[in-house]
């Protein structure tokens, strides 16, 4: 057999061979360092609509602050660096403390700073500030487009406020240290800190939605407060402050205030035993607890726990849709920015006739989702008969309709882009793992269009709120006025049915968005949009099963050029 002699060895000076190289090109560039406020036509027109003028300076300054490579690299670094448990102390003190990266609590500080968490609970001389829901939905919606983990304790927070203002101890003791501008991360009773945050727990294992299903147990004191023993399957961001928590007392579940640390400083009995291993919302901290005769103060009356806390679960379902909406923005402009720069088969993206369809049918369904939610931030900002009663409903409709659409939005995103897409490398990844969330929070689906059917029918008037709302755009469109028809005989004819309950929340939604887009069109781009929102949506014949798929003729040029304004 021939004998091959083996290599010699390197000589320990030599230079190891160079890789081979070779030239990178047609690569799309990193998409940073633009201003989210200025380049978003949708979410300026949305808050000159919805009353938010004075708000204009401080939501550009907030956009170009949001849109930077520092801010966009913070949201990177908490995703990747999750939080970690630390049960113990090194003495063997159970201290149930969660660490987080610098990058969440540099995140943190910015939504503090700019009011996110309880802007629009302060108060001037007393009174409320106009538009002030509008305002912070729409720098919210902005934050959405960045990172989503810490518009948990954000939200929670923003609900729990308009829950606690009704009573008269959480009003004065607790309510003034949260709205406040500042970010206090330490673990020390709320009475030293310069600003707070606001968490819940509702959920347990054998119930999951079905919380009167709960089992933990709430036993008054001699001393008017309670003790709760039990547990909590999700108990979200347990570093917060205090929780609204529910338990059963003799009189049926109720709705509890559960601060982390007494007033002496000391340990409330609330036992973390691990953090949830989640999809997405990776930055944030959701996690199982027990009680064990944990020290509580009642909300409201007992037994009346579920309308309680669901005043908080009211703001809080209205913020997964303005979050669900930000991130869809975000994934609009990651398509726009990859297809305006790569080219296949020699002619870029965005040139092609049927990557032109989707990104316009992308960008209709984004803009859409915007208008929507200021429009339901709006809402907020009343107290009148007819706000609330339009509230009741479209709340629980946009929550459904938005989230589900944003995660097939996602995905088609994350296409356009392709492989790129795909790597966590870029936040489309991120954006597609955090859509469910909002889906699946604070009621999932079918529990938001069984909702709506309760608010339609409830009484006649969210009916006649609602009819007088969309007989505004009546005569704009006939694929509209066709639509509305429909809607309107099926209401009066008593079609609710639980079984096409979501057939008539997506109705009752896509409805509103084609009202809104025409309403506030007001100039050739606009018109287009709205014209095509129609056309693509209302139309019997020309609805998609995805998107890019309708057969109806619109102006996408129009479409794509106001899409994403970076002039």
């Not at 720098?139 to 304790?153: F, H, I, K, N, S």
């Not at 979200?236 to 402050?241: E, I, L, M, N, V």
């Not at 509230?391 to 088609?412: H, N």
């Not at 029918?457 to 006025?481: I, K, M």
């Amino acid at each position: 057999m021939e004998h091959i002699p083996a290599p010699a060895p390197a000589s320990a000076s030599a230079p190891a061979p160079a890789p081979a190289t070779h030239p990178v090109f047609n690569q799309t560039p990193p998409l940073t360092e633009y201003n989210l406020f200025t380049t978003d036509p949708a979410l300026r027109e949305a808050v000159q609509r919805e009353g938010a003028d004075a708000a204009v300076p401080s939501l550009r300054d907030a956009g170009a602050a949001l849109g930077t490579a520092e801010n966009f690299e913070h949201a990177r670094l908490a995703n990747r660096n999750t939080p970690i448990l630390h049960r113990f102390n090194v003495r063997g003190e159970r201290i149930d403390w969660v660490e987080f990266h610098p990058s969440w609590h540099a995140l943190m500080q910015g939504i503090a700073a700019r009011g996110y968490h309880t802007g629009p609970w302060a108060r001037v001389d007393g009174r409320a500030i106009p538009g002030a829901h509008v305002a912070r939905a729409a720098g919210y919606l902005m934050q959405a487009q960045v990172e989503c983990g810490t518009l948990c304790p954000t939200t929670m927070t923003y609900g729990a406020v308009a829950a606690m203002r009704r009573d008269a101890w959480l009003e004065r003791d607790w309510v003034p240290r949260l709205i406040t501008r500042d970010y206090d991360a330490r673990d020390i009773p709320i009475e030293g800190k310069r600003g707070g945050l606001i968490g819940m727990g509702m959920t347990e294992k054998q119930g999951g939605s079905d919380v009167r299903a709960n089992t933990s147990r709430a036993v008054r004191a001699a001393d008017g407060s309670y003790r709760i023993t039990g547990h909590k399957w999700f108990f979200s961001a347990p570093q917060c402050d205090a929780h609204l928590v529910l338990a059963q007392t003799d009189r049926g579940l109720s709705c509890f205030f559960m601060p982390r640390r007494l007033p002496d400083g000391a340990r409330n009995a609330i036992f973390i035993q691990r953090l949830k291993d989640k999809l997405g919302n990776r930055s944030n901290a959701s996690s199982e607890v027990e009680f064990s005769s944990a020290w509580a103060y009642l909300m409201g009356e007992e037994g009346r726990g579920i309308p309680t806390i669901l005043e908080m679960g009211t703001y809080t379902r209205l913020d997964c849709v303005i979050g669900s909406a930000g991130m869809m923005r975000q994934a609009v402009v990651q398509a726009l920015h990859h297809a305006r720069h790569r080219k296949v088969f020699g002619t870029l993206l965005a040139d092609q006739p049927l990557m032109r369809s989707v990104l316009a049918d992308l960008a209709l369904e984004s803009a859409a989702a915007t208008a929507l939610a200021l429009r339901l931030a709006r809402a907020f900002d009343s107290d009148s008969t007819r706000e609330i009663a339009l509230r009741r409903a479209l709340t629980s409709a946009a929550k459904f309709w938005v989230c589900k659409r944003g995660c097939e939005l996602a995905a088609e995103a994350m296409e356009v882009l392709g492989g790129n897409g795909y790597t966590e490398e870029l936040p489309l990844a991120r954006v597609a793992r955090e859509m469910p969330v909002n889906s699946i929070w604070e009621g999932s689906g079918n529990i938001m269009c069984l909702d709506v059917l309760r608010a339609f029918g409830r009484s006649n008037v969210t009916r006649d709120v609602v009819l007088h709302e969309l007989s505004g755009a009546r005569g704009n469109h006939p694929h509209y006025d066709a639509a509305l028809e429909r809607f309107a005989a099926g209401i009066d004819a008593g079609a609710l049915n639980e079984a096409h309950a979501r057939r008539f929340t997506q109705s009752f939604v896509t409805l509103m968005q084609a009202q809104l887009l025409m309403g506030g069109a007001t100039g050739a781009s606009s018109r287009a949009a709205a014209e095509a929102f129609c056309a693509t949506r209302l139309g019997e014949s020309g609805w998609g099963a995805v998107f890019g798929a309708s057969d109806a003729q619109i102006d996408i040029n129009a479409i794509l050029t106001r899409a994403w304004d970076r002039n």
